[in-house]
């Protein structure tokens, strides 16, 4: 089993800047890609990005390429978002995702979900 536990949410005006984070606990050896998706009120679950055990694959999605930056930490258990020029179709629940498989797969374990609100 593992634990996903996201923070860093929040409103923030358009143009503006937040970072979330997620830290991992558990089963390590199920803690393979880190992954961030985002689902807004009327959008299906889409993945943000992405990032591979070592990290040194890295995906994102086309809309936030050149805005959004994923980094992971040395321990492999924790991954941020970076997130600049947000825009109002930022605003959405951003969750925190993993499992045993790289980053062109969605993993099994899911975090609770932070908000995340950019206004005009």
Known sequence: Q??????????VQAGGSLTLSCVASGNAFSVNALS???QGPKNER???ASIGRRGHEIKYADSVKGRFTISRGSD????????????????AMYY????PLGV?????????????TVFS
């Open 36 to 38: 961030w998706y985002r």
């Open 76 to 91: 492999g258990k924790t991954v941020r978002l970076r997130m600049d020029n947000l825009r109002e179709e930022d605003t």
């Open 104 to 116: 062109n797969f969605v993993g099994e374990y899911w975090g609770q979900g932070t908000q995340v």
């Open 96 to 99: 925190c995702n993993t499992g």
């Open 46 to 48: 889409e993945l943000v």
């Open 2 to 11: 593992v634990q996903l536990v996201e923070s860093g949410g929040g409103a």
